[in-house]
């Protein structure tokens, strides 16, 4: 009996199904990746990069390989970060730009649009809790005198939907920071936009109203017109008047 129990427990190790593993050849190359996170406006060095095997069909024509080696690292070494760059998320050329080849904040102004500052305050900027990429609508508060010589204040929104491009010199909020300190905002508006804002910022005193994340619609055109500068509210125009006569008009569209 022993040695036949010997023998079911020895054929049941022989037919044992064994594992097999096998093997494909992929064609791989080595991709630039990130090693760590790299923030907006970080400072690249070579020690914020290395090489990763990435399967060739799945290289994008953007992604930096292994070509030229360390001098590939000695060239992007310098480059200042115009978007967030996840650790291990492929590197690209126009994710980085070279000093000379302009400043972060026109890298990461989108084309067609103007960065125009104003100034804040805690009162006017919601105790400065705005932070940088958030969205705001500006509002405009100012003096009116009436035609009996009796003056109102009004406050009038003047755009919706503004992103804030940077507060004081910071483009990026920290991690853990509430608020961003600086005595200016800089916004994302359109040329004629600007134009206006510029003029209001001599009219009376700017507030931004911080929008919600729920407002953000991806892909939306940007910002918009609330309301037109005007003295009578129904023009189309704010109409500048010097010594008692008419020099010039300042469309608001």
Do not use: C
Request: a positive charge.
């Amino acid at each position: 009996m022993a040695g036949a129990l010997a023998f079911v427990m020895m054929r049941g190790i022989v037919n044992k199904p064994q594992k097999v593993v096998v093997t494909e050849k992929v064609d791989a190359v080595e991709v630039l990746v990130a090693r760590a996170d790299i923030g907006l406006g970080t400072v690249a060095n070579e020690g914020h990069f290395r090489w990763q095997i990435w399967p060739k069909e799945a290289v994008n024509g953007n992604y930096i390989t292994r070509r030229n080696g360390a001098k590939v690292l000695r060239d992007l070494a310098g480059s200042v970060a115009r978007s967030p760059i996840m650790s291990g998320e492929p590197v690209s050329r126009s994710k980085l730009i070279k000093p000379g080849e302009g400043g972060v904040l026109a890298a990461i102004l989108p084309a067609g649009m103007r960065a125009i500052s104003t100034k804040i305050r805690d009162e006017t900027a919601v105790g400065k809790m705005i932070l940088p990429n958030d969205h705001v609508d500006v509002l405009l508060s100012r003096r009116l005198r009436g035609r009996g010589g009796s003056e109102e204040h009004i406050s009038e929104t003047l755009f919706r939907n503004v992103r804030v491009l940077a507060i004081g010199q910071q483009i990026e909020a920290r991690e853990g920071k509430k608020g961003v300190e600086g005595t200016t905002a800089t916004l994302e508006l359109a040329p004629r936009q600007a134009e206006v804002l510029a003029l209001a910022n001599s009219m009376g005193e700017i507030s931004l109203a911080l929008r919600s994340v729920a407002d953000m619609v991806p892909g939306s055109r940007g910002p918009e017109q609330a309301m037109d500068l005007t003295q009578n509210r129904t023009s189309s125009s704010v109409k500048v008047t010097r010594y008692g006569m008419k020099s010039r008009s300042f469309g608001v569209n």
